[in-house]
């Protein structure tokens, strides 16, 4: 039996077989920390596992599905058996869906608000608690800068940025005198499979904005945290679309990024199976034009 005393500090990634979770790990390792990797792939967390060793870190895996109901109790049980406590919460799980709301999968849908906030919010609110005791470590969430504005055809994962941010910046404020830091990440788009998963890749918003690299984002995230910041904002596009967002008002941002965010030939979010232009907008048209 372990003696509570024994116990060592680890940094958590959740979200470590890929994309942003995956270079975080990384960039920790070269602290020589121990790193616990949690995710649902054990080919991916094993090739995580192997660069994070190559890096000088210590690392642990754990096959893991989020969205199980028990996954937060599962996560501290694993690590009280290697003789571990969450010293740093990294919450870099997510997944975002393209599309009209009332056409994607309700499912699908719904399972953004569990892994996005639910699954995020247990991690977190488990994990505080021991860290405000200890005084010391922290959590950094991964956000976006689509926590600035509501998105028209990506409006759950927009709205499940939005409560990242604001949990993450509450918990900042609440907990900045106890030693603990709570930090918030919010990039553009990211050369990551997300775009792709998402479908956002194919929007025209995607190809505007410039893509970071997931090493760069990684770098300015973990030394925003260290640094005991609130909010990160990596890449000067993300630091104006945030700005921007500040200053214009709904009614001025949000036609342009559903236009922005949807395809010509996309569906008409009215079920008729005709695309946009075949349809509602046609008929928006001639109904503006018979109210004159």
């Known amino acids: ?7 060592r500090p680890a940094v958590v990634v959740v979200g470590a077989s890929r994309g942003i979770g995956r270079s975080i790990a990384k960039v920790v390792a070269r602290e020589r920390a121990t790193i616990v990797l ?16 190559a890096e000088g870190g210590e690392a642990f895996t754990l096959e893991l599905d989020l969205l199980a109901a028990d996954a937060s109790a599962h996560l501290q049980d694993f690590l009280s058996a290697k ?18 709301a009332t056409l994607l999968p309700v499912d699908d849908q719904l399972g953004i608000i569990d892994l996005n906030i639910r699954a995020l919010s247990d991690l977190t ?36 940025k939005a409560f990242v941010r604001f949990f993450s910046e509450a918990l900042h404020q609440e907990l900045r ?6 930090t918030c990440v919010a990039p553009g788009p990211v050369s990551t499979e997300f775009l792709e998963k998402s ?7 995607f190809k505007i904005l410039p893509k970071l690299n997931s090493d760069y984002v990684a770098e300015r995230a973990w030394r925003g945290f260290k640094s005991g910041r609130r909010l ?19 009614a001025a941002t949000l036609p342009l990024i559903g236009r922005l965010q949807r395809r010509s030939g996309d569906p008409c979010p009215c079920g008729s199976g005709k695309t946009f232009n075949e349809c509602c907008r046609i008929r928006r048209r001639g109904i503006d034009a018979g109210s004159g």
């Open 1 to 7: 039996m372990i003696m509570q005393s024994e116990f």
């Open 38 to 53: 949690v995710a649902r792939s054990p080919e991916a967390l094993a090739a995580t596992a192997v660069e994070v060793r």
């Open 83 to 100: 003789g571990l406590f969450c010293d740093v919460l990294v919450n870099s799980a997510g997944y975002g869906l393209r599309g009209s």
């Open 125 to 160: 609110l488990r994990f505080l608690p021991g860290m405000a005791a200890r005084g010391r470590g922290g959590v950094l969430n991964l956000g976006s800068i689509a926590g600035f504005t509501p998105g028209p055809n990506m409006a759950l994962y927009y709205a499940s």
């Open 177 to 182: 005198r106890t030693g603990v830091t709570v």
């Open 199 to 205: 479908g956002a890749g194919r929007a025209q918003l």
């Open 232 to 250: 990160v904002v990596p890449g000067i596009s993300a630091k104006l679309v945030a700005l921007a967002a500040a200053l214009l008002p709904s």
